[in-house]
């Protein structure tokens, strides 16, 4: 497989090095892998961290700036930051107000942020930590790793960093942060798998005329494969497995999610498929995005995320936002 | 078995040789990672292990338990992923176990990490036939009471038991049923941990 790189070994380095150069409104500790708003410490403003693997870019260090994050920690292509760099973020960007963690469930963030948090604390910043868990294609339950964290990251980071630049105290930040994670649920697909840098070949073998029904976002195969479906199907699929197990009274979010090599062209063409189901359904629709926002590297196929939310939920989702990855109202 | 003792120096060769077989290996824990997590198990082992081989080379411990906390500190702040966190804590908790002694026995080596995988189970909510490190590391940790040899083959064969698991912890369960027919990379890794300690044991 051809990819755009000097050597597997250096992908994540090479990105954050291209990210300093292009966005002086960030700094970005190349060598300690943490992307910080440059402002940060913003005076009297609860902070909010977050980070992953990397791979799922724009997400997380696109999204750090005014109204959304105070900074980003990559890690390793899919594999989850070290608890130091959480450590060395939480610090830069305290204003003594606290730090909110945005954390997605899979098992190696979770323990992370928790070492992180524990370590943190020690040295006097207060943190809370909002685990988000929105994928319906994982059964939720105790005996497993619980439902992943996909692209109702998103909606978290914004609407929560929104209340954040409004000045709202810590507890309040986490409760709404907890609220869009409660009111949250994705599913995707894949047309294609993935080709990490280090492997340098696809993480698993999808024939053509097949496609994988619930997949994650880190290459990982789906709960079940079917024969190749038509965009309206999909979406009949998708938005029905979703609504599952949300059942929205208020109107909803709609992010249609690119996995990082299907064309915008296909996007909004089964954004309009999305848009049908919903209407059908009897869903309204309050805002929608569609776009590549919370990537699986050069996967092909989509994912949709509804978030239902009430007036404050969407008046923080408008409050203007200026990250590399989402940028609006001002 | 009983008369074996083991002092600061041979934990640092059992780190030296577990870095050589993962190095050795990298290749197919990753491959064992594809079907059923994301293909970087190989590369973050080797990552985390050559670091840990730099640190103590660096500064070589006094003690055991010295040797098992630095190098368990070392993984948990290079490896990242949930392999960090747990080969982290195991060995640290292990240390933590040996206190100051300048040398332990076989036994205290046992008990030892005997409670570093109880850190381990309760770290990461898993039991033995989750599909996790747990199903080579408790099987291996009770041969050790016969010897190395013994614990090195019970913990292979606790990872290739695996295979017919259905994964309930770590990123192998959002497959479900599915994860069935795989051995589990973790287990595999626990399993070349022991096989280096029967190594440098000879």
Redesign the interface.
């Known amino acids: 497989m051809k990819m755009l790189i000097n050597v597997a070994e250096t992908v994540v380095a090479d990105a954050l090095r291209g990210m300093a150069a292009a966005h002086p409104e960030l700094v970005v500790d190349v060598e300690n892998r943490v992307i910080v708003r440059r402002d940060a410490p913003v005076a009297d403003k609860v902070a909010l961290v977050s980070g992953g693997g990397s791979g799922h870019e724009p997400l997380h260090g696109g999204f750090v700036g005014p109204g959304m994050l105070d900074a980003a920690c990559p890690g390793e292509v899919f594999t989850s930051p070290v608890p130091d760099q959480m450590v060395r973020a939480a610090a830069a960007v305290d204003s003594g107000h606290g730090v909110l963690f945005v954390v997605k469930n899979y098992t190696g963030d979770v323990l992370n942020f928790q070492m992180a948090a524990e370590l943190a604390e020690d040295e006097g910043v207060q943190v809370a930590s909002v685990l988000v868990d929105d994928d319906v294609a994982v059964v939720d339950s105790t005996f497993t790793a619980g439902r992943r964290g996909t692209g109702a990251t998103l909606f978290v980071e914004k609407i929560a960093g929104a209340a954040a630049e409004e000045g709202m105290p810590l507890e309040r930040v986490e409760a709404l942060a907890r609220q869009v994670v409660a009111s949250s649920r994705s599913f995707g697909v894949a047309l294609s798998a993935c080709t990490t840098p280090a492997k340098g070949s696809p993480t698993f073998d999808l024939p053509a005329g097949e496609l994988e029904l619930g997949v994650g976002i880190h290459g990982e195969p789906g709960r079940e494969r079917r024969a190749m479906m038509t965009s309206r199907e999909i979406a009949d699929f998708a938005v029905d497995a979703v609504l599952a197990e949300l059942d929205p009274r208020l109107p909803v979010l709609v992010l249609v999610n690119g996995m990082g090599a299907t064309p915008l062209l296909e996007l909004y063409g089964f954004q309009a498929e999305v848009r049908r189901v919903l209407d059908e359904r009897g869903v309204a629709v309050a805002r929608t995005l569609v776009g590549n926002y919370v990537t699986s590297l050069d996967m092909a196929g989509c994912s949709v995320t509804l978030c239902q939310v009430d007036g404050e939920l969407l008046r923080l989702w408008d409050a203007p936002v200026q990250t590399a990855g989402l940028r609006w109202g001002r | 078995m009983s008369e074996t003792v083991l002092d600061a120096a041979f934990f640092v060769r059992w780190m030296t040789a577990a870095a050589a077989v993962i190095d050795r290996e990298a290749d197919r824990l990753?491959e064992l990672d594809?079907?059923?997590?994301?293909?970087?198990h190989g590369?973050?082992m080797q990552?985390g292990f050559a670091a840990v081989v730099t640190a103590l080379e660096a500064e070589p411990p006094a003690t055991p338990g010295a040797t098992l906390i630095a190098a368990g500190r070392k993984l948990?702040?290079?490896?990242?992923?949930?392999?960090?966190?747990?080969y982290g804590t195991l060995l640290r908790r292990a240390g933590k176990a040996f206190g100051e002694a300048p040398q332990v026995s076989a036994e205290e080596l046992r008990a030892g990490l005997a409670a570093g995988v109880d850190a381990v189970a309760q770290?990461?909510g898993s039991a033995p036939g989750d599909k996790t490190m747990l199903d080579a590391l408790v099987p291996g940790i009770e041969a050790l009471a016969t010897s190395f040899d013994a614990a090195a083959a019970a913990s292979e064969k606790g990872a290739l038991a695996t295979v017919p698991m259905l994964a309930?912890?770590?990123?192998a369960?959002?497959?479900?049923e599915?994860s069935i027919g795989h051995q589990d990379p973790g287990a595999t890794s626990s399993a070349l941990l022991f096989a280096a300690l029967a190594e440098v044991a000879k």
């Open positions: 990753t594809s079907p059923i997590g994301d293909a970087d590369r973050n990552r948990i702040s290079s490896v990242g992923g949930a392999s960090g966190p747990l770290l990461g309930r912890k770590g990123r369960s959002y497959l479900g599915r």
